[in-house]
């Protein structure tokens, strides 16, 4: 079975994503930067309540709750507006090409206008259905990239299905998933 594909800056941006998503680095980041700045607020805001200034302590408690409710919305939107300018420095060259996934026996092809790679069954890594993606996630620590909505949903499933089988790796099923 052949796919024929193309991905955008969208498509490039929900990989990033889902990756940031799933990495203990960044997981590990965010959560320290939303405890560690209140933390220090309400330190500050104590030593102010020491030191009988009522005022600058409720300021500081006041700045700790607004951070610790406000930075995930902040942070969320740092990681997208950067990746957006990654993305456009690094995969925009790639924006609206096309490219084609074809099955084979004991292995599965994939054509670009630069390059063609044959890749056998047991480099597959993980599969994980996003809903509007699907991403092969591969040994070597690529990632396939199938775009849902740019494809027949019907062949397109019926070819991860065929991947799986012979892959003998189960499809994640994270269409629940978001960033967040």
Do not use: C
Not at 14 to 29: C, G, H, P
Not at 30 to 40: E, M
Not at 153 to 174: G, Q
């Amino acid at each position: 079975m052949r796919i024929k594909y193309s991905l955008d800056a969208s498509d490039y941006l929900k990989f990033q994503l889902f990756l940031a998503s799933r990495s203990k680095q960044v997981k590990r980041r965010r959560n320290f930067t939303r405890w560690f700045i209140p933390i220090l607020y309400i330190l500050m805001s104590l030593v102010f309540f020491g030191i009988e200034q009522p005022i600058t302590m409720i300021v500081f408690a006041a700045l700790a709750i607004i951070w610790f409710f406000l930075y995930p919305i902040y942070s969320r939107n740092r990681y997208i507006r950067y990746y957006r300018r990654f993305i456009e420095e690094h995969h925009s060259s790639n924006f609206n090409k096309d490219f084609f996934i074809e099955t084979k026996e004991d292995e599965f092809y994939l054509e670009a206008e630069e390059a063609n790679s044959n890749i056998k069954y047991s480099a597959v890594k993980n599969i994980f259905d996003l809903s509007s993606h699907y991403l092969i996630q591969l040994k070597p620590g690529s990632v396939v990239i199938l775009p849902v909505e740019k494809t027949d949903a019907k062949d397109l499933n019926s070819l991860i299905e065929e991947i799986s089988l012979k892959s003998n790796i189960k499809v994640s099923d994270l269409r629940n998933w978001k960033w967040k």
